[in-house]
């Protein structure tokens, strides 16, 4: 059984700083990918930024420069930074995991509340 674990997210305000974390456990798996998505009411579950287990990184471009992923290979963990956030980065994030055991699935979090005001 793999289990993705969320922390972090919570209320902000305008132009400040959040940082999620995720951690994906389970006998004897290897993460190919971790990233994070987001779902904000009315709207579709949208990729937010995600990293290979080679380091390689992707970004929407409405959080690139703005958000940083980072991930331990090792831990099975990625932290999203998020900065300058905006009242439209708010939204449900969604931690995501490409497993691979004796197969290769896909697993998702919980999710964690991510609030911004004005």
């Known amino acids: 059984q793999v289990r993705l674990v969320e922390s972090g997210g919570g209320l902000v305000q305008a132009g400040g700083s959040l940082r999620l974390s995720c951690a994906a456990s389970?006998?004897?798996?290897?993460?190919?990918?971790m990233g994070w998505y987001r779902e904000a009411p009315g709207k579709q579950r949208e990729l937010v930024a995600r990293i290979t287990s080679d380091g390689t990184t992707n970004y929407a471009e409405f959080v690139r420069g703005r958000f940083t992923i980072s991930g331990d290979n090792a831990k099975n963990t990625v932290s999203l930074q998020m900065n300058s956030l905006k009242p439209e980065d708010t939204a449900v994030y969604y931690c995501?995991?490409?497993?691979?055991?004796?197969?290769?699935?896909?697993?998702w979090g919980q999710g964690t509340q991510v609030t911004v005001s004005s």
């Open positions: 389970g006998s004897g798996i290897v993460t190919n990918v």
């Open positions: 995501h995991a490409i497993v691979r055991m004796s197969y290769i699935a896909a697993y």
